[in-house]
């Protein structure tokens, strides 16, 4: 069985500091993980995607994420917080050939403070 | 082009109403996705195409009905829906449902039933 964590419900930030958002997944599998925002009201936009190429991914808008296969972790961070960074953070898993398809984190809700 | 589009954007409907949401996608993508979304809440998946054929049902009421008339469009048939229905719906397309492609996700349709 596979699952994704999100270990915080709500993050919040002041402008211009580092954000940090965690994920912790388990898989049976090398699985391929991503992360979206979906800002109020709209859809979901990929930030960012590991696909077992190099661990260190940089994604849109300033974001990156670090896997880790020791610790089943694939935490998203930013150096520097703007106002528009507000909006809901899903990390989402998926095992490669299989038709099962996105694991979705429970969701972490980012403010960001003037 | 990434763009997955959506319409309507709102709809309200009775409940002894039929309405369809519709779904459009040109990135020559062969699997396309429904999804529920509640406030607060990671998307559930509701069905899966994968090459114009339903391969995935996820337990989902009779009163939803999928439609893909071809691999850009994907429709949604809605009729005799409860209040409980009422939630965002996401179309998302992706590659081959088997890769490790990542889903593509329109901006949503916000559905109200009264």
């Known amino acids: 069985a596979q699952s994704v964590t999100q270990l915080d419900s709500h993050v919040s930030v002041s402008e211009g500091t580092p954000v940090l958002l965690r994920c912790n997944y388990s898989s049976s599998y090398s699985p391929s993980l991503f992360w979206y925002v979906q800002h109020p009201n709209k859809g979901l936009q990929l930030l960012l995607k590991y696909t077992s190429a190099a661990t260190l991914v940089k994604g849109i808008n300033g974001f990156e994420a670090e896997f880790k296969k020791s610790e089943t972790s694939f935490h998203l961070t930013k150096p520097s917080a703007h106002m528009s960074d507000a909006a809901e953070y899903f990390c989402a898993l998926k095992t490669p050939g299989s038709a099962r398809q996105l694991t979705f984190g429970s969701g972490t809700q980012l403010t960001v403070l003037p | 082009d990434t763009e997955v589009t959506q319409t309507p954007k709102h709809l309200v409907m009775g409940m002894t109403n039929k309405k369809s949401l519709k779904c459009e996608q040109h990135m020559g993508h062969r699997a396309m996705y429904w999804y529920k979304q509640k406030a607060k809440k990671p998307p559930e998946l509701m069905f899966v195409?994968?090459?114009?054929?339903?391969?995935i049902n996820e337990s989902v009421p009779s009163r939803f009905s999928p439609e893909c008339p071809n691999s850009s469009l994907l429709n949604l048939h809605l009729h005799a829906l409860q209040p409980e229905d009422s939630a965002l719906y996401l179309c998302?397309?992706?590659?081959?449902?088997?890769?490790?492609?990542?889903?593509?996700f329109g901006p949503g349709t916000r559905l109200t039933v009264t």
């Open positions: 998302a397309s992706s590659q081959p449902v088997q890769g490790a492609s990542e889903q593509y």
């Open positions: 195409y994968s090459y114009e054929k339903l391969s």
